[in-house]
Each structure stands twice: as C-alpha cells, then as structure tokens.
C-alpha cells in the first residue's frame, strides 16, 4: 500500500524549522507550540522587538525516551523563555511554581503563554489563574486549552472508553478533564472583557484528525513500547498532516490577549494566523483519505505481529518497525523526485520561452528586410 502525502499548506503555516525539532516531540505539541511560535514572530515584527522574556505556565512534559522536557524553548531559541510548573527538576530554563499565584512582579516579562494547562486547573481557580497570567505579562498572553463543546465531549468519551477498553488502564489527564470539567470558552473570553482587554481566537487541532491520531497512539501502545515506532507516527503528521488542522470544529481554541497593544501588535499577529485558519467544514479530501487509509495499515500491522506472537514475535515487530521507514523513506524520495520534475519543468518552459523570443526577433529581421527592399525599388523607380 503506497500512500502519497500531500505537501499543500495554508498560507503562512510554517513548516521549514521541523527538522530543528527534537524527535520525541508529538503532534499534539506541535500543534499547540507552532501556532505559540507565530503569534511571537508577528508581534516581534509589529514591536520591532528582536527577543521577548518569555514565561510559559505549565510547559513542563515527560518524554516518551524516558526524560524531561520542556517543548517551547525549540521554538524559540532566541528568547529568554522561563517555564513554570508544579513538578520538582533541574532542567535549565525551569522553576517550580502555582499558575494562580505566581511569584513574579507585575509585568514581568514580554509574554506569557500557556498551553494545555487550564483544563487542569479546578474550575472556580480558573479566573485567578488566567489574571495572573495577564497581571505578570508586559504586552499579552497566549492561552491554548480544549474548550467544552459537545464533539470534543464525544471525542474524549470515545477516547477514555477505549483506552480503557483496549489497555487496561484509566488515562488520568482524560479522568481529570471529565473530573474538573473542560474551560468555557465563552466564559473566558467574557472574563477578558470584563477586564477590558482586547483578544483574538484561532482554533487548533481539527477534531477528527485529532482523535484518529490519538487512537492511533493509544494502539500502538498495545503492541510495543519501542519509542522509535510511536515517534515516526508523530513525525509523519506534523511533517505531512499538520498544516490541514487549524478548522473548525476543533479540539483546542487559542486565545491571544493584549493587556497592551502599542504598534497594535495584536493586529499583526492575526494578519499572520488568520490566513491560516481553513474555512469551516472545508477538508482536501484525498489527504483524509490517505490518513484512512494509513489508519487501516495500523490494524493490519497488529493482525501481522498477532498472527505472529506465538512463533518470533520480535522478528515480526521488527519487520514491521522497517515496513514503516521503508514507507517514509519511500514518501521521501516522492517528494524529491517532484521537485526535480518541477524543476526541469521550469528549465523547459525558459528554454521554450528563449526560442520563441529569437524566433520573433528573426521573423522581425527578415519583416524589416523585406520593407526596406520594397521601398528601395520605390525610390529607384
């Protein structure tokens, strides 16, 4: 089964620093910190402002190799960025604190963003965490949550149920959501109102993509615990599927506040992250099909390695471990060819371009000679 990968965009999503990513990154978090990395990049256009003191509450994650990690410093490495959480480590560019009571002066830093973290927050500590947010930044806040609405209900019920189901466990991130309650979306931003501040919203993380990524995951899981395998999953989406994602209905919504919008920053930056939003409803149809179909070579790979399991199950996860890179090195080598094609395409049609010119610069000569001739008889004459 050949799947070719669409490499269309939407107009401003940037995808040219992936390859600067570290590997255990996941489309999850991609698609929280690039949506987070252009907002930044706009307002340092409008600001004139090279580097911004950057506080980003509750960015602390673990790694599926095992270790800590803190994504938003990846994307932005030329700020000086601090990460807040509760859990004790000594990573650098790291400090244990309480999103609802920071200990930090007012105005603090340039920025202060937080991505997936007020779902997690008890639903009446929520006000105070989103004011200290604002209270410690200079120019605004960047918020990313999941926000109630009934498909992302249905979406996490199916999730936790089959995790459940199919692992054996209960996913504690999903039982605290349905435990605390999703954020209000509407709620929020009435909150900012009523502070008087001005913001934007962009949703993030297209619902269906979102689910039939997590369950994808959540599947491997159940047939190894190798990281090579489940990293090579998230890298195929963000390099090939993430662009598509920022529509409705979805998962996340992204809230940018201005607390101040001198050189209306704020403007720049939905100049920058409105083109990049699809229309509602509006999907290329043949990328979710290649995504169905890639979907259907996950059940096949697990029948394999089932059929398998009581003769060399090892041999058979690694057979289909090297299927898989075959298959991406293949989609590779897809995308290379089509340049160069695209590319002696371009040098044919300047070629092209180039004889037709001298051909009218020839049928010009030979016009002009055969006026001169004629009125050179006349003259004669």
Not at 60 to 71: D, H, M, S, V
Not at 148 to 177: N, S, T, W
Not at 297 to 319: D, F
Request: charged fraction near 25%; glycine fraction near 6%.
């Amino acid at each position: 089964m050949e799947i070719e990968p669409t490499t269309s965009t939407s107009p401003g999503v940037d995808l040219s620093y992936v390859d600067e990513l570290p590997p255990w990154l996941t489309f999850d978090q991609f698609g929280r910190y690039s949506t987070l990395r252009e907002a930044l990049e706009a307002a340092r256009v409008a600001l004139d402002q090279p580097a911004f003191s950057v506080l980003d509450v509750g960015g602390w994650t673990r790694q599926i190799l095992g270790g800590e990690g803190l994504p938003i410093v990846y994307f932005l490495p030329g700020d000086d960025v601090l990460v807040v959480d509760q859990v004790e480590s000594s990573l650098p560019h790291y400090r244990r604190g309480d999103g609802t009571s920071l200990d930090f002066a007012d105005d603090s830093f340039d920025f202060v963003t937080s991505a997936d973290t007020l779902e997690h927050i008890q639903a009446p500590r929520r006000p105070s965490f989103i004011r200290e947010l604002i209270r410690v930044s200079r120019y605004g806040v960047l918020l990313i949550a999941p926000f109630r609405h009934p498909v992302v209900d249905a979406a996490e019920e199916f999730l936790f149920a089959y995790i459940k189901a199919e692992l054996g466990y209960v996913q504690q991130q999903l039982a605290e959501h349905r435990g605390y309650g999703l954020p209000d979306l509407q709620a929020t931003t009435e909150l900012l109102s009523e502070m008087g501040l001005s913001y934007r919203t962009y949703p993030s993380g297209y619902i269906h993509s979102w689910l039939a990524m997590m369950l994808a995951k959540h599947y491997l899981f159940g047939l190894t615990d190798d990281p090579e395998i489940h990293m090579r999953v998230d890298q195929y989406y963000i390099r090939w599927l993430a662009a598509d994602e920022r529509r409705e209905p979805s998962y996340r919504h992204y809230v940018v506040t201005a607390k101040d919008n001198r050189c209306d920053w704020l403007g720049g930056v939905d100049m920058a992250l409105r083109p990049t939003v699809r229309a509602g409803g509006s999907s290329d149809v043949s990328t979710w099909q290649q995504t169905v179909n890639w979907l259907i070579g996950l059940v096949a790979l697990k029948r394999n390695a089932a059929s398998a399991a009581h003769t060399e199950p090892q041999r058979a996860l690694e057979q289909t471990v090297a299927a898989q890179q075959q298959q991406i090195d293949h989609l590779l080598r897809m995308v290379s060819q089509r340049d160069a094609q695209l590319a002696d395409l371009q040098a044919r049609s300047e070629w092209q371009s180039q004889l037709l010119d001298q051909s009218h610069q020839q049928l010009e000569r030979v016009a002009n000679g055969a006026i001169m001739r004629i009125l050179n008889g006349i003259k004669r004459r």
